[in-house]
């Protein structure tokens, strides 16, 4: 499958605004207002110059079709490298977010070869996302249980979500 991760840049703003629907966004709060949208771009197109994460366009073939990236945070008391990632519905159910997904975990064990590196990438899908639960399982995760997590981060919302972990120091993510 010609599947490709791209990093962010201004052309992925219509990409952005796509998935800016109540379909895409239902398990995360709903649509975002044009100037959030805008304020998350930007967050976007900066992330690779903080060298803690970047958010990538899905290519298949020349079409972006979707997104998926990384950014390092504090969870628990510990730094780790959180995951998320979006397929458009016209593109559900061919393997496409698999493939982003395997593309993106050879990104990060990269990442977390650098010094001070966190060396775990967590995902945190709402429990009721039953399609982000099964990519979690299929990219090699392992369940560590729900949990209450804060997002849109310091909007004091919590939704319930799995917490997902992989370890990027083995190279099958299990320890």
């Known amino acids: 499958m010609d599947v490709r991760l791209e990093p962010w840049s201004e052309s992925a703003l219509g990409l952005l605004r796509r998935i800016n629907s109540?379909?895409?966004?239902?398990?995360?709060?709903?649509?975002?207002?044009?100037?959030?949208?805008?304020?998350?771009?930007?967050?976007?197109?900066?992330?690779?110059?903080?060298?803690?994460?970047?958010m990538f366009a899905v290519l298949?073939?020349?079409?972006?079709?979707?997104?998926?990236?990384?950014?390092?945070?504090?969870?628990?008391?510990?730094?780790?490298?959180?995951?998320?990632?979006?397929?458009?519905?016209?593109?559900?159910?061919?393997?496409?977010?698999?493939?982003?997904?395997?593309?993106?975990?050879?990104?990060?064990?990269?990442?977390?070869?650098?010094?001070?590196?966190?060396?775990?990438l967590h995902a945190f899908p709402s429990v009721e996302n039953v399609s982000s639960n099964a990519l979690c399982h299929r990219l090699g995760f392992t369940l560590l249980g729900p949990c209450n997590f804060e997002y849109p981060p310091g909007s004091g919302c919590l939704m319930r979500s799995n917490d997902w972990r992989i370890d990027l120091t083995c190279p099958h993510g299990v320890a």
């Open 22 to 54: 109540a379909q895409m966004r239902r398990y995360v709060g709903g649509p975002e207002p044009e100037e959030k949208l805008l304020a998350r771009h930007r967050r976007y197109l900066a992330m690779p110059a903080t060298g803690r994460g970047c």
């Open 60 to 120: 298949r073939g020349d079409e972006m079709v979707g997104s998926i990236g990384y950014h390092q945070r504090d969870w628990r008391g510990r730094q780790i490298y959180e995951s998320g990632w979006n397929v458009l519905p016209p593109f559900h159910g061919r393997g496409i977010a698999t493939a982003a997904g395997a593309a993106l975990l050879a990104v990060v064990r990269e990442a977390a070869r650098q010094h001070d590196a966190p060396h775990s």
